[in-house]
C-alpha cells in the first residue's frame, strides 16, 4: 500500500508516475500462453509524421478500454503497436526540410535521399507513439512495429509477388487519379470529392460534310476538348439516330472525330451529347476501351498542357482553360456559360486538384479479392459494430475497381519488378541482378508500392508472416478491429481481403466503428478552419483521465461527437469526486482488516442497498462493454459512484464511522465502504486508468497493479430488490425535505421538525427502522411518523414522495415577516428586468435590425422572468396565508 494519500489530486504527477510503474513492470507485455483464451488488436498504425489529435485520440481510447477490461477478465491479450511510413507524406515532409536549404531530392539522388528520411523517422517519428503514452495507451511497447521494418518488408514483397504469380496483379496503361502536386498516382479511395462553384461551357462540334449542322456538348473542363476522340449519344436518342457513324471535326483542332453510341449516355442531361477524352476522365477511358478510341494525352504530369497542344503547349491547365474558351468564343463555337456546381477530386493528402491521366501503373485485380470479403461480412463471420455499416461496405466492394498500388515516390516499399532491355520483367522475391533470361543489366521499377498495400497486411505481418510464428497461430484472427468510418474503404476492406487470400481466415471478428469528433458547432477539425482541439493541450490541463471519460462518454457507435471544454471539466471534477470520496474513505479506514468479512446479519438497509446497487451496475457495465456500448457503461458507473455511492452511500455511512466506541457497527461500514469502493474502481479502471490505479494503490489489496487484477465477478446474490425500494422510498423523501427547505431558504446548520404521514404498517416499520437517515441528511431535528389519517399539521409546508405526506413546520424555521420582504424585493427587480426587455420587444426598430439570434434571446429572457415572477407570487401567497 502507498503512503497517506495526497490532499489534492494532481493528474500531472500521478499519470506520469503510474504510466513509467507500468511500463517498468511489463504489464502491457503479453507471451503466448496456450491456456488462456487470446485477445488481440491491432492498433490503427498512425504515420510517423503524425502529431496527436482527436481522431488518434478517441480511436486509442476506445482499443485501450477494451484492453485493460479483457487484460482484468484473464485474456491473454495483445495491442499491437506500430506506426506506418506514410509514404507520400513523409517524402513531402522531409522534401520540406530540404527546401529550406534549396536542396531538392533529385539533388541528392535517390539512395541520400532514402538514407535522409530514415534518419528524419528516426528523429521524429517516435514522437506520436510518447503522445500515445501520455493517454495512457497500454500497447505491448515490445512489440512495437513499422510498415517498413524488415519483417513488414518481407511480407510486403512475398504479398506481391504471389499476387503477380496468380495473375491478381497486373500492370497496364490505364486511367487513374494523379495529383500533379506530389507528382504520382493515387487510388480513387486517396481522392476526396468536394462540391465546387465551377461552369458549364456549351460548344459545338461541326458535323463533317454537312453546312451550319452541328451537335452541342456541354463539359465542365473545356482544355480536354484537345485531346477528345469521339462524341457520344445514347442509342434510343431519336434527336441524334442519324448522326450515330459520322464524323465531327474538333473545334479549334479540326480533328476528325467519330459519333458513338453507348448506353452511359444519360440523354435527359445537358444536351444528350457527350464528349468522350478517353486518356482524361475514367468514364470515357471505359468508353474508349468499348469503342476502340484512340488516348490522346494532353496534360502534363504537373498539370501543363502537353507539347502537341500547338498554342496551349506548355500552359497551366486552368490558364489554357481561359485562352480556350476566348477562341472558343472568337471562332464561334462557344453557345453559352452556365453557373453550375460539381463534384471536382482533391488529393486527400495536399488538397490539390487531381488530373485523371492515363499512364502504365501495376493495378490489383479485385473482383477475384472483393467477393470472398463481401462473403466474410455478408455470412456474419465479420461483424460491423453498428450493423449499419455493412450495407456500406457491401455496396463498395460490389462497384470497386481495380485497385492502384504504384505510387511515383521515392519512400516506400520499392515494386520487385525489374526490366531488361530485351524485354523482360522480372518479378522476384530476392533482388535480381541480371536477366535470367539474356544475362544482361536490369533496372528494378522506380516505383513504390501505395502505402494502403503495406498497411492492408498488418493484421499478420506483424506478428511475423510470413514465418509460422507462435504469435500468429494464437492472436490471428484478431478479435477486433477499432477505427473511423472514414478508412473502411482505405484500411478494413483491404485488410479483410488480404486476410482472406493469405491466411484463408478473417483478421478480425468484429469492426467497432467510432465517429468523429467534432468542434462545438458540429464542424469537422481541420487546419484551414482553425478549430482543431489539441488532446496534449486538454492533458496538461485536465489530465488524460478527464479526456479520456469526456470523449466516451459523448461517444455512440459509428456516431460524430462534439467536443465542448465544459464536459472536460465535468470529468475533472469527476475524478476530484472519486480522489475526494477515496480520501475520506482512507482517513476513516483505521483498524480495518480486508480480511476480516463482517456478520451479513449486521448489515443496514443501506449496506445492502449500496452492494444490490453495486452488483447490477457490475452486470450492466459488463453487458454494455460486451455490446461494444462503451459510453453506456461509462454513464452508468458515473451515476453509481457520484449520486449512489458518494452522494448518499457514504454519508450515510457517517454516524457509524464516527462512532467509535461501537466497533463492531464501525467495521460493518468500513468493510462495505472498502468492498464497494475497491471494486468500483476495477470497473473505472478501463476507462480512467490513472486516478483508479493512484486511489487502489492506497486501499488494502492484493497484486501489484490495478490493472492486473481480476475484473468484478457479477453477483445476483446480492441484488435485492425491496431493499433497493425501501431505500429509494427514504431518499426520495429527504430530496423533498431538502426541496422544502431550499424554497424558505432555511439556514443549513438549522434543524426542523419533521412528519411525515404514511400508509401501512409497512412503510412505517422502514421508516422507524431507518429513521437516522432522514435525520442526518435532512437536517432534521426530530421526525414523527403518523399514519395518513392523522390530523395535517397546520402552518407548515407540505409534499408528497411515493405515496408519504410529508410535513415541515415552519414556526421558529424561518421569519415569515423577514421571507416576506425578500420576496417583495425579488419581485420588484423582477418587474423592472420585465420592464425593460418588454419594451425592447416592443420597439419595432429594434426587431427590424437585430440579428435573429439576438431578439430571440431577449424573447426567452421574458418567458423565463415572466415563469419566475409567477413562482414567487405563488410562494407569497402561501406564506401570507402561514
Known amino acids: 500500500m502507498e503512503k497517506e494519500i495526497a490532499t489534492v489530486y494532481e493528474p500531472q504527477i500521478q499519470e506520469k508516475k503510474w504510466y513509467a510503474y507500468w511500463e517498468e513492470n511489463q504489464f502491457f507485455h503479453a507471451e503466448v500462453d496456450k491456456d488462456k483464451d487470446p485477445f488481440s488488436i491491432v492498433i490503427p498504425p498512425p504515420n510517423v509524421t503524425g502529431q496527436l489529435h482527436m481522431g488518434h485520440a478517441i480511436d486509442n481510447v476506445l482499443q485501450d478500454i477494451l484492453i485493460r477490461w479483457r487484460r482484468m477478465q484473464g485474456y491473454n491479450t495483445l495491442w499491437m503497436p506500430g506506426t506506418d511510413h506514410a509514404g507520400i507524406a513523409t517524402q513531402i515532409k522531409v522534401e520540406e526540410v530540404l527546401a529550406k536549404d534549396n536542396i531538392s531530392r533529385y539533388d541528392l539522388g535517390r539512395e541520400t535521399f532514402i538514407d535522409r528520411v530514415w534518419e528524419w523517422k528516426k528523429q521524429y517519428g517516435s514522437r506520436i507513439i510518447t503522445q500515445l503514452k501520455s493517454l495512457g495507451a497500454s500497447c505491448d511497447w515490445q512489440r512495437e512495429r513499422f510498415t517498413m521494418d524488415e519483417g513488414c518488408s518481407r511480407a510486403v514483397r512475398e504479398v506481391f509477388v504471389t499476387l503477380y504469380e496468380k495473375g491478381l496483379i497486373y500492370q497496364g496503361n490505364r486511367i487513374t487519379n494523379w495529383c500533379p502536386r506530389c507528382n504520382t498516382a493515387l487510388s480513387d479511395i486517396e481522392v476526396e470529392h468536394e462540391e465546387t462553384p465551377g461552369n458549364l461551357y456549351h460548344v459545338r462540334y461541326p458535323v463533317e460534310g454537312s453546312d451550319g449542322e452541328f451537335i452541342t456538348v456541354a463539359t465542365t473542363r473545356p482544355e480536354t476538348i484537345l485531346g477528345d476522340t469521339a462524341v457520344a449519344v445514347h442509342p434510343e436518342d431519336s434527336r441524334y439516330s442519324k448522326l450515330i457513324g459520322r464524323f465531327l471535326l474538333l473545334p479549334l483542332v479540326g480533328r476528325r472525330i467519330p459519333v458513338v453510341a453507348d448506353e452511359y449516355v444519360d440523354p435527359s442531361f445537358g444536351t444528350g451529347a457527350v464528349k468522350v477524352t478517353p486518356a482524361h476522365d475514367p468514364n470515357d477511358f471505359d468508353m474508349g476501351l468499348r469503342h476502340q478510341l484512340p488516348q490522346i494525352v494532353v496534360i502534363n504530369s504537373d498539370g501543363s498542357m502537353g507539347a502537341d497542344t500547338g498554342k496551349y503547349a506548355g500552359m497551366d491547365r486552368y490558364e489554357c482553360r481561359k485562352v480556350l474558351v476566348s477562341d472558343l468564343k472568337e471562332q464561334g463555337y462557344l453557345v453559352k456559360i452556365d453557373e453550375h456546381t460539381h463534384s471536382v477530386g482533391h488529393c486527400q493528402r495536399c488538397g490539390t486538384v487531381v488530373e485523371p491521366l492515363t499512364s502504365k501503373q501495376w493495378f490489383v485485380k479485385m473482383k477475384p479479392l472483393a467477393e470472398p470479403a463481401i462473403a466474410a461480412v455478408a455470412t456474419g463471420k465479420i461483424q460491423f459494430v453498428p450493423e449499419r455499416f455493412t450495407k456500406i461496405y457491401i455496396n463498395w466492394l460490389e462497384n470497386i475497381r481495380d485497385w492502384c498500388i504504384s505510387r511515383q515516390i521515392w519512400w516506400g516499399h520499392r515494386i520487385p519488378a525489374w526490366y531488361c532491355e530485351c524485354g523482360e520483367v522480372i518479378v522476384s522475391r530476392e533482388d535480381v541482378h541480371s536477366c535470367p533470361k539474356c544475362g544482361g543489366k536490369v533496372e528494378q521499377d522506380p516505383d513504390v508500392l501505395d502505402t494502403w498495400f503495406s498497411s492492408a497486411l498488418w493484421p499478420f505481418s506483424t506478428m511475423g508472416w510470413p514465418e509460422k510464428t507462435p504469435e500468429l497461430a494464437h492472436f490471428y484472427p484478431t478479435s477486433v478491429l477499432v477505427t473511423g468510418y472514414d478508412i473502411i474503404f482505405f484500411w478494413v476492406a483491404r485488410m479483410i481481403f488480404m486476410g482472406l487470400e493469405f491466411q484463408q481466415e478473417i483478421p478480425f471478428k468484429h469492426v ?118 462503451l459510453g453506456e457503461a461509462a454513464r452508468l458507473l458515473y451515476e453509481f459512484i457520484w449520486n449512489e455511492f458518494c452522494d448518499w452511500y457514504i454519508e450515510m455511512t457517517k454516524i457509524r464511522l464516527y462512532n467509535k466506541e461501537d466497533g463492531t457497527n464501525r467495521a460493518v461500514a468500513q468493510y462495505v465502504l472498502w468492498y464497494v469502493l475497491s471494486r468500483t474502481l476495477k470497473l473505472l479502471h478501463p476507462f480512467m486508468p490513472f486516478i483508479t490505479e493512484a486511489v487502489w494503490q492506497h486501499l488494502p489489496h492484493e497484486g501489484a497493479s490495478i490493472m492486473v487484477s481480476e475484473w468484478p465477478a457479477e453477483q445476483s446474490g446480492l441484488i435485492c430488490r425491496e431493499e433497493e425500494r425501501n431505500m429509494e422510498l427514504i431518499m426520495d423523501v429527504i430530496k423533498a425535505i431538502r426541496n422544502m427547505r431550499a424554497e424558505v431558504n432555511v439556514p443549513p446548520g438549522r434543524k426542523s421538525e419533521v412528519i411525515l404521514q404514511v400508509a401501512g404498517d409497512a412503510v412505517t416499520n422502514v421508516f422507524q427502522a431507518n429513521i437516522q437517515y432522514v435525520k442526518l441528511l435532512a437536517a432534521a431535528e426530530s421526525v414523527r411518523i403518523l399514519p395518513l389519517s392523522a390530523a395535517k399539521p397546520e402552518n407548515a409546508m407540505t409534499a408528497v414522495a411515493n405515496g408519504v405526506e410529508i410535513y415541515l413546520p415552519l414556526k421558529g424555521l424561518i421569519d415569515i415577516d423577514k421571507e416576506l420582504a425578500r420576496l417583495q424585493k425579488e419581485l420588484e427587480a423582477l418587474d423592472k428586468e420585465l420592464t425593460r426587455v418588454a419594451g425592447k420587444l416592443a420597439n419595432a426598430g429594434f426587431v427590424a435590425k437585430a440579428p435573429a439570434e439576438v431578439i430571440e434571446k431577449e424573447r426567452t429572457k421574458e418567458k423565463e422572468y415572466r415563469e419566475k415572477r409567477a413562482a414567487i407570487n405563488e410562494r407569497l401567497l402561501y406564506l401570507a396565508k402561514l
Open 512 to 629: 467497432f466503428i467510432h465517429g468523429l469528433v467534432r468542434d462545438g458547432e458540429g464542424r469537422k477539425m481541420s487546419k484551414s478552419l482553425g478549430n482543431g482541439i489539441d488532446p496534449l493541450a486538454v492533458i496538461d490541463k485536465y489530465g488524460a483521465d478527464a479526456l479520456r471519460f469526456t470523449l466516451v462518454t459523448g461517444n455512440t457507435p459509428g456516431n460524430d461527437m462534439r467536443f465542448y471544454w465544459e464536459r472536460v471539466e465535468s470529468s475533472r471534477n469527476f475524478a476530484n469526486k472519486i480522489w475526494n470520496a477515496s480520501r475520506f474513505v482512507l482517513m476513516n479506514l483505521d483498524g480495518f482488516h480486508a480480511g476480516e468479512q463482517p456478520d451479513t446479519s449486521r448489515y443496514t438497509l443501506a449496506d445492502r442497498w449500496i452492494l444490490s446497487r453495486y452488483a447490477q451496475t457490475v452486470a450492466a457495465v459488463t453487458e454494455n462493454l460486451e455490446k461494444f456500448e
